[in-house]
T-cell receptor, first 115, second 114 residues
């Protein structure tokens, strides 16, 4: 099955700096890669996603890049704000012949943005 | 409803007790997923329903875990004879399209087995 590795496990930045979180996946057939933000006591919230036919996607201060050859994808947050502080998870859709979105998640990155 | 609703938010069970966790998906969403999230870890897939059909239960850790969605809307995850290793947050998510474009999670039920 799919295996997703995420780094770093913790990331501390100053407000206004950029933050980058990286993930690698094992199954070359995986074709959908979402990123989720989880705040304390809440469920994960989808913030951006990318499909395997696209190399980069941006949404305001957030961008995701995908390198299919190397099987890695990254989340970039620019101009970070204290409210960006949360746990971020990458995920990959297990393509294994299914017609539904079974996800394998990374271990998470605790992002802290200092004012 | 406006979002995925899970109840109870917190559950403390004595070891050996049976528990039932409820999920109310977004109205009209045909797909429903259950995930287990251990402390400090990412969510792990448990099971998937399309309407009332349980199409994948490959992630259920043991035969003590059972999930149902009899009318294709509300789902219940039942854990029999709870053990300490069952302590985790149980997340439910729903999607209108099989989850192919991401899905909406509920806030989860935090289960603590003592």
């Amino acid at each position: 099955g799919e295996n997703v590795e995420q780094h770093p496990s913790t990331l501390s930045v100053q407000e206004g700096d950029s933050a980058v979180i990286k993930c690698t996946y094992s199954d070359s057939a995986s074709n959908y890669f979402p990123w989720y933000k989880q705040e304390l006591g809440k469920g994960p919230q989808l913030i951006i996603d990318i499909r395997s036919n696209v190399g980069e996607k941006k949404d305001q201060r957030i961008a995701v890049t995908l390198n299919k050859t190397a099987k890695h994808f990254s989340l970039h947050i620019t101009e970070t704000q204290p409210e960006d502080s949360a746990v971020y998870f990458c995920a990959a859709r297990d393509a294994g012949g299914t017609s539904y979105g079974k996800l394998t998640f990374g271990q998470g990155t605790i992002l802290t943005v200092h004012p | 409803g406006a979002g995925v609703s899970q109840s109870p938010r917190y559950k403390v069970a004595k070891r050996g007790q049976d528990v039932a966790l409820r999920c109310d998906p977004i109205s009209g969403h045909v797909s429903l997923f259950w995930y287990q999230q251990a402390l400090g870890q990412g969510p792990e897939f448990l099971t998937y329903f399309q309407n009332e059909a349980q199409l994948d239960k490959s992630g259920l850790p043991s035969d003590r875990f059972f999930a149902e969605r009899p009318e294709g809307s509300v789902s219940t995850l039942k854990i029999q004879r709870t053990q300490q290793e069952d302590s985790a947050v149980y997340l439910c998510a729903s999607s209108p399209d099989g989850g192919m474009g991401g899905y909406t999670f509920g806030s989860g039920t935090r289960l603590t087995v003592v």
